[in-house]
């Protein structure tokens, strides 16, 4: 599997490691090879993607409060957890050492948790009240996006893959996020071994024209074909990949894939 860019700290979703990374770390994977065809880095980093949406909604003064919210969200789920052994009585503790824990709790308005199921819980809250009080804003259908990625990384499956469909339903038909989020909805069908079902998603995700995305896209399917114990098929879309897209950037994990099947 590619590699993965791992928060400080953070929880892995309780998926096999060598098969499923997070939504959010695909979509840097994915989005920073073209970075320069479509204009921007989006999602080359979460720092990055925020700082689009950010940038672009404060030009418009009325939605404000929906991005301020929207970047408060992510960066809870980005903030480390609370150490793991966190003494029971703080008043046997000295001064010094209990305003460091209580710093530790909230810092630049980011609340800390204990436990990574408790901020997903926090920020899914924070996101749904984007899209209850802020609807018409630009970042509600973001945050939408966002959720899904949570309730992916969650090993939520069934619920990320209804965040996915609910953002491509909204989203209008030239977002740069679609593509994201139609992988989401691939790799959730395929978290939860409905292979058939995933396939068909990514061959629907191949580009009529153009390379966007299709090294992605094919490579994503070889691994499913991989798991469906078709080794032939899955060697040939690796194959192809090199052969089409010789200066992808997942050439070292198409190697490393073609050399598991036996392939050269």
């Not at 989006?42 to 009325?62: E, H």
């Not at 509600?140 to 609910?166: P, S």
């Not at 995700?205 to 966007?212: A, I, L, S, W």
Request: charged letters at 35%; zero cysteines.
């Amino acid at each position: 599997m590619a590699n993965k860019y791992t928060r400080k700290g953070r929880q892995q979703a309780p998926v096999a490691e060598d098969e499923f990374v997070s939504f959010w770390t695909r979509a840097y994977e994915a989005l920073l090879p073209h970075a320069s065809r479509i204009g921007i880095g989006l999602l080359a980093a979460v720092v990055v993607m925020i700082g689009f949406w950010v940038g672009a909604s404060l030009r418009d003064r009325g939605r404000e409060d929906a991005t301020e919210l929207f970047g408060r969200a992510v960066k809870t789920y980005e903030a480390d957890l609370l150490p793991a052994e966190q003494p029971k009585d703080q008043k046997d503790q000295p001064k010094d050492q209990k305003d460091v824990a209580k710093d530790e709790e909230s810092s630049d308005d980011v609340k800390r948790f204990k436990t990574a199921d408790e901020r997903a819980q926090a920020v899914i809250a924070m996101l749904d009240e984007i899209r209850a009080k802020h609807r018409f804003a630009r970042a509600a259908k973001e945050a939408e996006l966002f959720k899904a990625g949570v309730l992916y990384d969650q090993g939520k499956f069934a619920e990320a893959e209804a965040a996915y469909r609910k953002f491509l339903d909204e989203a209008p038909a030239d977002h740069a996020m679609r593509a994201i989020a139609r992988e989401g909805v691939g790799l959730a069908l395929e978290s939860e071994n409905k292979l058939d079902a995933a396939l068909d998603e990514y061959k629907q995700m191949e580009p009529k024209t153009g390379d966007f995305f299709r090294d992605r896209v094919l490579l994503d399917e070889a691994r499913v074909l991989t798991k469906k114990g078709d080794k032939a098929g899955a060697e040939k879309t690796l194959k192809d990949i090199l052969a089409k897209s010789p200066t992808t950037s997942l050439r070292e994990e198409i190697q490393s894939r073609l050399t598991e099947l036996g392939g050269t």
